[in-house]
């Protein structure tokens, strides 16, 4: 009897292990959509959980195309050791990535290497009034130092700092190509940031401070023509926002509560 128990283990036993090294990387992307609550997913999946590539791309809907929003296909590489709580992921993106992107840690906390991605600046819309508006374009780059991360009771902390450098920025509003090339300067501390925003070329100058708390953006700041350029951008101005009282120039108050 305990031969047979013994047998019927290891049976069962060597049938999950098959099961776990040929996973479809197509259940990854199952995975994707759950955590981020239908919002993303990962497109043209192909290989297993372990070693695969696919792109990242929106999830609008189950029959709808899934549409890339990142450029280029990423490629991941996950130790088998990941199933003893010892996590090790290599992420790699010749398009997006400025390096391959390593994370190491266990189960509930990790450390990702710095690194730099690119994004589309198109995608800024999507976060609403008055970005939908200003339609901006332009080439956006995040990068971070080692960043920590760590999950506990469903909570994602992060601490580092991430920096989100805006290039060449331009709008649908205003014939001013570019307006400007800013930077967005973020510390992190748990689930909250401290962001300070900053000029550093062009016509159109922006600043301000904030920060971010469990995911409520609170910001204070303001947008200004540079000397010389108030004439061609004094409508965009007038569309931002209102002018700050006591103003000599024609600043605006950013405001985001």
């Known amino acids: 009897m305990k031969r047979s128990m013994l047998w019927l283990l290891t049976v069962l036993l060597s049938a999950l292990l098959t099961l776990a090294v040929f996973l479809p990387a197509s259940w990854l992307g199952t995975l994707v959509e759950q955590q981020s609550g239908g919002r993303l997913t990962l497109g043209d999946a ?8 696919a792109f990242i791309g929106g999830a609008p809907g189950k029959n709808s ?10 490629s991941w590489s996950i130790s088998p050791l990941a199933l003893l709580g010892m996590v090790e992921v290599q992420l790699a993106n010749s398009v997006s990535l400025a390096q391959p992107l390593t994370v190491k840690g266990s189960w509930t906390h990790w450390q990702l290497s710095p690194s730099a991605l690119l994004l589309p ?55 001013v190509r570019p ?11 748990g689930q909250s940031a401290a962001l300070t925003l900053a000029s550093t070329s062009g016509p159109l100058l922006l600043s301000g401070k ?25 409508n965009l101005l007038n ?8 103003s000599e120039r024609n600043i605006i108050a950013l405001e985001f509560h």
Do not use: C
């Open 210 to 234: 904030g920060s971010l708390d469990h995911g409520r953006l609170q910001f204070s700041g303001q947008a200004e023509a540079a000397r010389g350029s108030e004439e061609a951008l004094a």
């Open 239 to 246: 569309l931002l926002g209102q002018r700050k009282p006591n």
């Open 46 to 53: 192909q290989g297993t959980l372990w070693r695969g590539s």
């Open 121 to 175: 600046a198109t995608g800024l819309s999507g976060l609403g009034a008055p970005l939908n508006t200003i339609a901006p374009s332009g080439v956006m780059r995040l990068s971070w130092s080692t960043l920590e991360l760590a999950l506990a009771e469903r909570q994602l902390t992060v601490q580092g700092r991430t920096t989100l450098e805006m290039r060449e920025m331009a709008s649908r509003l205003s014939s």
């Open 179 to 189: 307006l400007g090339s800013y930077q967005l300067a973020l510390d992190w501390q």
């Open 65 to 74: 195309a899934v549409t890339p929003l990142l450029p280029g296909r990423f």
